[in-house]
């Protein structure tokens, strides 16, 4: 029977996969022409690791060489990055056209001599080459092969001859990586035709329905539609994500081994999300983990955590591109041109928020004094929240100067990040209730800022949406969005948790005041925590 394989090409004949025909067909109609004897494009097929690039290119790849009118050959240089000498690059090159067009082998020792070899005086026919990793490369080879496309591709449109009769025969390019043509490593001046570029997008629901229809039909052991559900919205069709949680539910793992004669159940995939996130290692994730804690581009993924306003997403800022081609950003469209930026998924998100808590608050001191009075903020009969802030108010004011003494603060006015302080918060209440019998996760609804922190206690389910207080035209926004979220959760109490460096007592009187959506039927308390001079 198939099996889901997360790492890796997928081997179409022992893998459950998704065809992504279209892709594939698209992928040789450019790089063939759309009138061939004019010649095919020179492109690049960009996208985050682990969208399925190298896959659908080699798939293209078989299609492509089953075509007797081209010389056609994919070409990996992943190997290439490790060499002490980066022509090497162009030699590997050189040698793997040589060994397809059954060439004379001589060593490639120039530029000039590179160029020379996609002439008709060495190619019988056409070549059609895909170059996987292309990104991976020394910029300066980056930059400097794809300068002799570049002269190619000017010599071949003003060659009168058709496609198969041209001085130089090199008629498809497909570069695989995003770095090469689009951000802070732009080749000036390359006229491949980036409109015509593919990007490589992540599974569509239905494509991701249809794998685990497969399985259920391979194996009839059922998977619940609920499950399917939640497989693609935590992953958003990141292609390595889903096939993971396929191969988790249905392979198993120390600690959960499938039972076949029973349905995968909602509770079956809470407790393998659980294990996901906090203890099976996933090379895949921990190089995003990996890549989000880098130097300057923590500070950016702090800042996404933001909840004031959304961050635009631009290729050409080199952060930006970075966190996208490792999969730790995506974005989604706000406007009719406009786009912001967003969590790849919320696994990933929930992964970052994880991480960067425990990161900041390994150690957070005592939660409260012990004669406090436990059971009147949270019994059996349930949580009092604003009780439970106050202490973590009377906590953060106590602790204030030892717990964020050395938090990250901004470059530009040396504030601390908000999103410490929801780091602390979601620390302080994980901690408060282990031993209490509840449970508290993080939510992130929008990917993008919008922060939740929910707690199951005594079979009741508490939502608290954090913001910051901005001011009075956004506190009345706030209250709204808060009144739409709890429909969504089903309950009729929500709590607004607002940081804000101070308020006294009579403006805390006036916005503390609890809201009614009688329309939907809900309560929304806002209540406001001091951070203090951040």
Request: proline letters at 4%; hydrophobic letters at 40%; a neutral charge.
């Amino acid at each position: 029977m198939r099996r889901f394989s997360s790492y890796g090409p997928v081997d179409k004949d022992i893998h459950f996969h998704v065809p992504r025909t279209e892709l594939v067909r698209s992928a040789c109609a450019r790089l063939c022409g759309e009138i061939p004897e004019k010649g095919g494009h020179y492109i690049t097929v960009w996208g985050p690791r682990q969208c399925g690039m190298t896959w659908i290119m080699r798939e293209a790849l078989w299609q492509l060489q089953a075509d007797k009118r081209f010389l056609a050959l994919k070409i990996n240089l992943g190997a290439a990055q490790y060499e002490n000498d980066p022509f090497q690059a162009v030699r590997m090159i050189a040698e793997k056209i040589q060994d397809a067009g059954k060439l004379d082998k001589t060593e490639i020792q120039s530029f000039r001599e590179f160029s020379a070899l996609f002439s008709n005086q060495n190619l019988k026919k056409p070549l059609i080459q895909i170059l996987d990793d292309f990104d991976s490369l020394d910029e300066s080879m980056i930059a400097a092969i794809a300068d002799v496309f570049r002269t190619i591709y000017i010599d071949r449109c003003e060659d009168g001859a058709d496609a198969f009769h041209k001085r130089h025969l090199l008629h498809g390019v497909a570069l695989l990586g995003v770095r090469s043509l689009i951000g802070e490593n732009d080749v000036k001046g390359v006229p491949f035709e980036v409109q015509r570029s593919m990007r490589i997008p992540n599974l569509t629901f239905e494509e991701v329905w249809s794998m685990f229809r497969w399985y259920t039909k391979e194996s009839d052991h059922v998977v619940g539609t609920e499950v399917i559900e939640r497989i693609f919205y935590e992953t958003r069709g990141q292609p390595g994500l889903v096939s993971w949680f396929g191969q988790l539910l249905t392979e198993g793992y120390e600690g959960h081994c499938p039972d076949r004669s029973h349905p995968i159940t909602s509770d079956v995939f809470k407790a393998v999300f659980a294990d996901a996130m906090n203890i099976l290692p996933n090379s895949n994730v921990l190089n995003v983990v990996g890549k989000a804690r880098e130097g300057p581009c923590k500070e950016t993924v702090l800042e996404l955590f933001e909840t004031r306003c959304a961050m635009p997403f631009r290729f050409d800022a080199p952060r930006i591109d970075f966190l996208y081609r490792n999969g730790v950003i995506d974005w989604e469209k706000t406007g009719e041109a406009e786009k912001a930026v967003r969590f790849s998924s919320p696994f990933v998100q929930k992964r970052l928020f994880n991480y960067f808590s425990r990161e900041l608050f390994q150690t957070t001191g005592r939660l409260y004094d012990p004669m406090t009075d436990i059971e009147a903020v949270a019994g059996q009969s349930g949580i009092d929240v604003p009780g439970l802030m106050k202490l973590y108010q009377t906590y953060l004011d106590r602790n204030r100067q030892w717990l964020l003494k050395n938090a990250p603060r901004r470059k530009t006015d040396l504030r601390i990040f908000e999103a410490v302080f929801h780091f602390n918060l979601y620390m302080y209440l994980a901690l408060f209730f282990q031993d209490k019998g509840g449970k508290v996760f993080p939510e992130f609804p929008t990917g993008n800022g919008k922060i939740d922190i929910l707690i199951r206690h005594a079979e009741k389910l508490y939502a608290l949406e954090l913001k910051s207080f901005k001011d009075r035209y956004s506190y009345k926004q706030a209250l709204a969005k808060a009144a739409e979220y709890a429909v969504q959760l089903r309950t009729d109490r929500i709590y607004l948790v607002f940081f804000i460096e101070a308020i006294d007592d009579e403006n805390r009187e006036v916005f503390e005041k609890p809201y009614r959506d009688d329309s939907a039927g809900v309560v929304v308390a806002p209540i406001f925590v001091e951070t203090g001079d951040a």
